[in-house]
Nanobody, 124 residues
Framework: QVHVVESGGGLVQAGGSLTLSCAASGGMFSDYSMGWFRQAPGREREFVAAIRWDGGRTYYADSAKGRFTISRDNGNTVNLQMNSLKGEGTAIYYC??????????????????WGRGTQVTVSS
């Protein structure tokens, strides 16, 4: 059972930057691919970015390409660096982990373990 906890959310002005972190525990972190999703008020949850278990590949939603960077360290942490934030970035951001057997990518059904989320508010 993997447990993930997000941190780093907050209020930021449009055009600013914010880094979210996700700490994982309870499993072999190096075996899990990790993802970030977000849910804005009144909208469905949507994919933001993902990183393969070995860190060798990353994948981004079109809305994140060129502005967001997902990374993982040799410990148990995954980060999401967000630059040039826009108002549409206001949402709860969720970290999630995918076990080795289910693959990774943009589908939320591939991910078994979810955090409670961290709020990001982008002010104009």
């Amino acid at each position: 059972q993997v447990h993930v906890v997000e941190s780093g959310g907050g209020l930021v002005q449009a055009g600013g930057s914010l880094t979210l972190s996700c700490a994982a525990s309870g499993g072999m972190f190096s075996d899990y691919s990790m993802g970030w999703f977000r849910q804005a008020p009144g909208r469905e949850r949507e994919f933001v970015a993902a990183i393969r278990w070995d860190g060798g590949r990353t994948y981004y939603a079109d809305s994140a390409k060129g502005r967001f960077t997902i990374s993982r360290d040799n410990g148990n942490t995954v980060n999401l660096q967000m630059n040039s934030l826009k108002g549409e970035g206001t949402a709860i951001y969720y970290c999630t982990a995918s076990p080795p057997t289910t693959g990774w990518g943009a589908r939320d059904t591939r991910y078994d373990y979810w955090g409670r989320g961290t709020q990001v508010t982008v002010s104009s």
